[in-house]
């Protein structure tokens, strides 16, 4: 990330402290003007030079020349303002200590909406905490705690948990591996008929097909797809049970990909890859290397040590031909579902297996990019596809009525997507959060976990 620099923070006319302007009968809030900046409000593709964008409160108000006379002012200096990125698949901590670093990390790295996938009782209140900014961090959804063969034990269990959390207020259902085929049935028809989303891993006794049938909104990880590339999938076991079905690469047949392409787009289900994990998994011989990159500073040593386990454990459980291919084919699969209008949406998994919050949304743009989507395409992918996907035009791109969720960069993202990277400040909910302020709190967790 590139230096805050010049930017400089000033507060125009008489407002010199605090937030709110004194002495009228209702609180309101002083603006914010960002002035001098280029704009990709990614409801188009392109650059809206030289502009200034207000925001009042946690709302972007205007963009134009307009520059309202009592506003505090952060002049870009031609810098680039895009939208808050969403991470769609994150793990929010149990540890409440742990878990504000990991809010910081998220915001740190331009990260303003996270969909919470290892749902618990607590996150309904921490989801409007992180609302009302009570407590810092992104903008939150989260699914309940997970379905799993673990947590089901019957049919009937499956309908009665679906029905408390949609009653709770959960925001969607999270399938995770175990289910029996008449679980995952009666989930899929209960969370139909409560009209509440269910997604996740696909259940080994259902397949990629009978899934995305029943209704299932979502596949985490490319989860099904290479056991559903490969013909006589019965005959390879084994390599069906590796991290979704890797060990299958040398038996897919690629000819298949534009049928299962044709059966996801007909669900209208959408995809969360997850492709930083899988590569994880894919070098898990290279887990030294990976265990010295610079991020891990902001890692509690136990997760650390837990990360070195999971891989090193792994490093020779498939050639490295094996991984090459089924990295390959992914690929293909994202850029296939991708151009046939299939919902492709950033996730990496974080904080997981060598994935650090933050740190893994950027890669996952650029393995995106790598993958064969533009630079444009990948920041759809985190910004406005996420929002559509939830149905919200309250978030996810820059123009007025949406939240005052907002990342400064150094260098344009749509020239090089690992541009994304020279974040420069962060807005959430309209609390600005300067370079200065986000190194301070990256160095106090680097701190805590030397």
């Not at 080994?204 to 097909?209: I, K, N, S, T, V």
């Not at 887990?287 to 610079?294: D, V």
């Not at 820059?398 to 993202?413: F, H, K």
């Amino acid at each position: 990330m590139s230096s805050l620099g010049g930017i400089r923070v000033a507060v125009v006319a008489a407002v010199l402290t605090g937030t709110f302007l004194p002495g009228v009968a209702e609180e309101v809030p002083v603006p914010v003007a960002f002035t001098n900046v280029n704009v990709i409000s990614m409801l188009e593709e392109g650059v809206q030079p030289d502009q200034v964008v207000v925001v009042r409160g946690d709302t972007i108000a205007s963009i134009g020349s307009e520059l309202p006379p009592n506003a505090r002012i952060i002049d870009g200096q031609g810098r680039f303002l895009i939208p808050g990125l969403a991470e769609m698949l994150a793990n929010v901590p149990d540890d409440p200590d742990y878990r504000d670093d990991v809010f910081f990390l998220w915001l740190a790295h331009g990260v303003t909406f996270v969909r919470g996938m290892l749902g618990h009782p607590s996150h309904l209140q921490l989801r409007q905490q992180l609302l009302s900014g009570e407590v810092l961090g992104p903008r939150l959804l989260t699914a309940g705690p997970a379905f799993s063969g673990r947590t089901i034990s019957g049919p009937s269990s499956s309908a009665s948990m679906a029905r408390r959390q949609k009653k709770a207020g959960y925001d969607f259902l999270k399938i995770h591996p175990g289910l029996s085929r008449d679980e995952f049935d009666i989930l899929a028809f209960t969370a139909n008929d409560v009209d509440i989303p269910f997604g996740g891993h696909i259940t080994e006794r259902m397949g990629l097909a009978e899934s995305l049938e029943a209704g299932q909104r979502w596949i985490d990880h490319l989860d099904g797809y290479m056991q559903a590339l490969v013909p006589d999938i019965a005959d390879y076991p084994r390599e069906a049970a590796s991290p979704f079905g890797m060990d299958l690469a040398p038996y897919v047949d690629r000819s298949l990909i534009e049928g299962v392409v044709a059966q996801t787009v007909e669900s209208g289900a959408a995809v969360v890859p997850t492709e930083t994990l899988l590569e994880n998994f894919a070098n898990a011989a290279r887990w030294q290397e990976m265990a010295r990159r610079e991020q891990f500073r902001y890692v509690p040593q136990e997760l650390r040590e837990s990360y070195v386990r999971s891989l090193s454990g792994a490093a020779e459980a498939r050639g490295a031909n094996v991984a090459a291919q089924a990295l390959t084919i992914r690929k293909a699969l994202i850029k296939a579902l991708h151009d046939a209008g299939v919902p492709v949406l950033l996730g990496s998994d974080s904080p997981q297996v060598f994935n650090v919050p933050g740190f893994s949304a950027h890669r996952e743009l650029e393995s995106m990019v790598v993958a064969g989507l533009t630079p444009f395409e990948a920041l759809a992918a985190a910004t406005t596809a996420p929002a559509a996907f939830f149905g919200s035009e309250e978030w996810g791109a820059i123009e007025p009525g949406r939240a005052a969720d907002l990342v400064l960069l150094g260098t344009n993202p749509l020239d090089d997507i690992k541009n994304t990277r020279t974040i420069e400040g962060v807005m959430v909910r309209g609390r600005w959060l300067d370079r200065a302020e986000l190194d301070a709190g990256l160095a106090a967790i680097e701190a805590k976990y030397r």
